[in-house]
């Protein structure tokens, strides 16, 4: 390549972790963009079972918490025969390039990775290895395929800036210039991040010991009701504009989940329900929830029913996305000067 920067195609390319369930906030913060994204973009859907096991997961469930996340997919509108839809595990190219770029990233550069600091908390000197290298094999995900967009929530701007470190000093280390694209984040506008039910300065997250903090995907429709009757709030009406849902960041929340789930701005919303209290709010809420969800449940559970028909899609996503992936680690494997015979 003569190009000093990357002038391949664009590339869509983003992972979620089969760990855990899927809740409200993943729906909006990752699926609802994925499926719009591919209506534009060649589009690559992940589910990193590799990054799963940075952390402990019984070998029994894992490979149905794949098949699960691949429902969810699946169920929330993303079309395997236009996307990509795969099991990181099954591509060699991800461990391998991941090896190659372990010698590319700087012990600092990962030193200074929030996310590691978080999840290994006190115990660092217990974390797996592979919960430091995390970020690794990340950046691997996304140069296997010369991808240049990834959408990802706000936390994960800085591994995506470690990605673009790595490809960086690959192309100039191995005086490769333009050979791996810089990839872009497509960040989750602060709009859409949907924050705990029961404390409005907290994400929504699989994690929360308290199940009444989230909406999973596959809550029934009561479920879902009382959540949000349960909802924490304020003595308050709605405000009537949005500089009112200032300090207020439970109010805010629901009012931003209301306004996602209608596709409306957030003013059109508090235009309509200022003044309003929560009593009537909260229900005409839950009804939207139910009423959005409820088809991307059923399905979801309908696909959970039917392994075969999700291991046809994720064979078929496999089998694509390393088609895309062996020409590129050919490549590579020229450059770094491995041996061919
Ligand atoms: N780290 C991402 C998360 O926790 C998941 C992920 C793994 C990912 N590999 C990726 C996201 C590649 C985007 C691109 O959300």
């Known amino acids: 390549m003569s190009d000093s920067v990357y002038s391949g195609p664009e590339r869509v390319f983003s992972g979620v972790q089969p760990s855990g369930r899927l809740h409200l906030g993943n729906y909006l913060g990752a699926l609802v963009k994925f499926v719009a994204l591919q209506a534009t ?3 690559m859907f ?6 799963a096991i940075t952390q402990p997961q019984d070998p029994k469930a ?4 794949t098949r699960e996340i691949a429902a969810a997919y699946l169920a929330a509108g993303v079309d395997p025969k236009r996307a990509i839809v795969f099991p990181q595990s099954a591509v060699s190219a991800h461990a391998e390039l991941g090896w190659i770029f372990n010698c590319v990233a700087r012990m600092g550069w990962l030193e200074r990775m929030t996310q590691f600091k978080d999840k290994s908390g006190k115990d660092r000197e217990r974390s797996s290895v592979g919960l430091f290298d995390y970020p690794v094999l990340q950046a691997a995900d996304i140069l296997a395929y010369r991808a240049t967009h990834v959408p990802v929530g706000e936390d994960q701007k800085q591994h995506l800036e470690l990605s673009r470190d790595i490809a960086d000093r690959f192309n100039r280390e191995f005086n490769a210039p333009g050979f791996f694209p810089l990839p872009e984040p497509l960040i989750t506008g602060p709009g859409a991040r949907v924050m705990s039910l029961r404390d409005g300065s907290k994400k929504m997250s699989k994690s929360d010991p308290s199940d009444q903090s989230r909406i999973n995907l596959l809550d029934s429709a009561d479920e879902i009701a009382n959540k949000i009757k349960r909802a924490t709030t304020d003595p308050h009406p709605l405000p009537e504009a949005e500089d009112g849902l200032k300090d207020r960041p439970e109010v805010e929340n629901l009012v931003g989940i209301y ?4 596709g409306r701005p957030v003013a059109s919303v508090l235009g309509e329900w200022g003044g309003a209290g929560f009593g009537k709010f909260k229900p005409a809420l839950a009804d939207l929830l139910v009423e959005r969800l409820g088809p991307v449940t059923a399905e979801m559970r309908r696909l959970m029913g039917d392994p075969a028909e999700v291991d046809r899609v994720l064979k078929y996503g496999a089998a694509r996305a390393a088609a895309i992936a062996a020409p590129i680690m050919a490549e590579v494997r ?6 061919r015979g």
């Not at 306004?259 to 209608?262: E, K, P």
């Not at 020229?334 to 041996?339: D, E, K, L, M, T």
Request: proline fraction near 0%.
């Open 334 to 339: 020229a450059v770094v000067g491995f041996w």
């Open 46 to 51: 992940c589910v990193v079972d590799l990054h």
């Open 41 to 43: 973009h060649d589009c």
């Open 62 to 65: 894992l490979a149905d918490q």
């Open 259 to 262: 306004a996602a789930m209608s």
